[in-house]
C-alpha cells in the first residue's frame, strides 16, 4: 500500500464521505483506468475497503472480455476451421463479470428495492401472501 501524505491524513473531510477506492499497484495500467472509471461512477460509500480485492477481480475480468473481444473481432471467431481459443476466453470472463457485478452492487438487479419504487408506497402487495383476505 502506497503511503499517504501528511497533507492527505491532516486534511478534513468536509463531505463526511469516506475517500474512494484506489486501484491496487498488482492491477495493470488499463486494469486501473477500468477501477477508476467504476469507483468514479459511484457514490464514495459504495465500496468498502473490504470489498477491494472482490473489485479487483472483476476489473481483471472486465479487462479480460474487453480482450478477447478485441482479438474475435480483428481474428474472427472460427481460425483455421476451428473455434479461435478466445471465445472461451471471452466465455469465462463474461461469467466472471456477471458473477461479480450483482456481488459488487453493480447490476440493476442488484440495486432494485420494490419499496423505493412505490410498490408499497401505492399500497400494493408485493406478493400475493402479503394481500388481505378481509
Known sequence: MPRRSTA???TLNVSGAPPKLRPSARLSEREQDIFRTI???CDARHFTPAEAPLLDRYVEAV???EDAADHLRAEGAVVMDKASPWVAIQEKAG???AAFAPKLRLSPQSRYDASLAGRR??????SPYEADDG
Request: aromatic content about 0%; cysteine-free.
Open 8 to 10: 492527505s491524513i491532516t
Open 39 to 41: 469507483v468514479a461512477a
Open 63 to 65: 479487462a479480460m472480455a
Open 95 to 97: 461469467r466472471a463479470v
Open 121 to 126: 408506497a401505492a399500497g400494493t402487495p408485493s
